[in-house]
């Protein structure tokens, strides 16, 4: 059967008994794991309870097929039914998800997480269209889905948040949802209990690092600045950045400027074309910004933004390691706008 996030309430206060599993899946790793964890809880309070979970690797399951079923069907030892948490399962062990979805007097709940699966995907449709299984999918924050769930961590540290400064955020979070909290966080740490962040404070927090610490990285290589884009690589690697993350909020700088760089093909002058904007500018970046949407032309934003899409879903489904991946088509792009400027990058 499938399930939508908004059913997720109604999920955690109480999964149905015939349901025997619930795959999760999504591009946002965060807001996978996120969304298995809350699952997970409504069925057991300690997910260390050696009694009542088990906890399997996925890339595990197609080497050995029986220990779904040995896991799903060993009696829970104390009160309660019994929970099998499953992570990174890939597409190719739908087949051993056939039999516990048919199998007689299972009184457990697995919670399978994955990654990006297309219409197709064999382990999707069988938990799609199965009575005792549910698909999941977690497509990551945006829209007013991330403006609420921006005032939900505030308001759980006591902290209100302006419009515009909602509207500022919304537009820089919701690549990945671990990062999104962490970032949340420090601003409500900032803040402190009982107290407003306005549009001039959250700027002031975050605008010196650059869009929650990925400026750096997208302006480098909307500049051509190969050197720039190697050290902020480096820090974000340092920070534990991902680079799914990484590439998504490079990927939301560059479509910001394909919105500008159109508009100014348009008729329209820069300044409209940048006022238009939403989330705004922020002014003191207005007038580097600007320089880039005159140095992008609309059809070459495009490849940039097919380049980025296919990296990212190298990185969730080949094996190579996603670093290199993410490092390479970055360099990639900002070579050939340094070599386009002709002019090198500053160090």
């Known amino acids: 059967m499938k399930v939508a996030l908004k059913d997720l309430p109604r999920l955690v206060s109480g999964l149905p008994p015939q349901l025997r599993a619930i795959l999760v899946y999504g591009p946002d790793d965060g807001h996978v794991s996120e969304t298995a964890e809350a699952l997970a809880r409504s ?78 995907s064999p382990l999707r449709k069988l938990f799609e269209t199965s009575e005792t299984l549910a698909a999941l999918p977690c497509y990551g924050d945006d829209g007013a889905g991330l403006r609420q769930f921006i005032r939900e961590v505030l308001g759980s540290r006591d902290v209100r948040i302006e419009t515009d400064a909602l509207d500022f955020l919304a ?29 001039a404070e959250v700027v002031e927090a975050v605008g010196d690092s650059g869009e929650l610490g990925f400026g750096d990285i997208a302006n480098a290589v909307a500049r051509g600045d190969a050197p720039r884009l190697e050290r902020a690589l480096v820090r974000a690697w340092a920070a534990g950045d991902t680079p799914v993350g990484v590439l998504r909020l ?12 159109t508009a100014l093909g348009a008729g329209r002058s820069l300044d409209a074309a940048l006022s238009a904007l939403r989330p705004p500018v922020i002014p003191f970046t207005r007038r580097p910004f600007g320089e880039q949407v005159r140095s992008w032309p609309p059809a070459r934003i495009e490849t940039v933004l097919r380049r980025l899409h296919e990296a990212e879903r190298q990185c969730k489904s080949t094996g190579i390691p996603d670093r290199a991946v993410c490092g390479q088509v970055l360099l990639g792009i900002c070579l050939v706008q340094r070599q386009a400027r002709g002019r090198p990058g500053r160090r």
Request: glycine share 10%.
């Open 43 to 120: 069925v057991v309070d300690d997910l260390e309870d050696p009694f009542r979970v088990s906890v399997l690797h996925g890339e595990t399951l197609t080497g050995s097929p029986g220990m779904l079923m040995d896991a799903a069907t060993t009696p829970a030892l104390t009160e309660g039914r019994r929970l099998v948490r499953l992570r990174h399962v890939p597409d190719r062990a739908a087949s051993l998800f056939v039999e516990l979805a048919a199998a007689a007097g299972v009184d457990s709940v697995t919670i399978a997480e994955a990654g990006t699966l297309r219409p197709s």
């Open 171 to 199: 537009g820089r979070l919701g690549a990945d949802r671990r990062q999104t909290r962490a970032e949340l966080e420090k601003l409500a740490l900032m803040a402190g209990p009982g107290q407003q962040l306005g549009l």
């Open 250 to 261: 490079v990927m939301m700088h560059f479509q910001r400027l394909h919105q500008a760089a």
